[in-house]
């Protein structure tokens, strides 16, 4: 499967999801002023062999905003809003800071905390900045395209 994210000029770029046997869904993202949330999952999931939004697509889920609660899944969703926050305030919060907000916001949503440690955040935010480094390349109405296994 690839995913393949089209920058727009407007307030939303583009995700497409291409299957293996060249079946494409769509997807809008809101530009967030960082990568694409779903770009923040790539890096997540990929980095640290997690089965998140991403995951579960590439198992044959639909693309939806909606997808049935998963332990796994739940806590990669909690893992990309705290990686996503720290690339709205820089990139710079202390790992350790970052692991104590993840712990916190998992327990606020009732899921379980996946077991990160600061080597995993380091991985992660070096990923985030690859990505970055890369997206920001790419001019308005062009993509990128990223290979999932």
Same mark, same amino acid.
């Given at each position: $499967? ?33 990568? !694409?949330?779903? $770009? ?56 350790? *800071? ?19 440690? *600061? ?13 970055? *480094?890369?997206?920001?390349?790419? !001019? ?10």
């Amino acid at each position: $499967m690839r995913l393949r994210f089209t920058k727009g000029n407007g307030k939303y770029d583009l995700m497409e999801v291409v299957r293996p046997d060249g079946a494409v869904e769509r997807i809008d993202c809101p530009k967030q002023g960082i990568i !694409p949330h779903d $770009m923040v999952h790539y890096a997540v999931e990929d980095t640290l062999r997690l089965r998140g939004f991403i995951g579960r697509v590439a198992g044959g889920e639909t693309a939806s905003f909606r997808m049935a609660a998963e332990a796994e899944s739940d806590g990669v969703e909690r893992l990309v809003e705290v990686m996503q926050g720290d690339g709205w305030s820089g990139g710079t919060t202390p790992a350790a *800071e970052m692991i104590d907000l993840y712990r916190v916001t998992c327990e606020a949503r009732g899921c379980p905390m996946l077991p990160v440690d *600061e080597a995993d955040i380091a991985a992660v935010r070096e990923r985030i900045a690859t990505l970055t *480094e890369a997206w920001t390349a790419v !001019p308005v109405g062009k993509a990128i395209e990223l290979s999932v296994a």
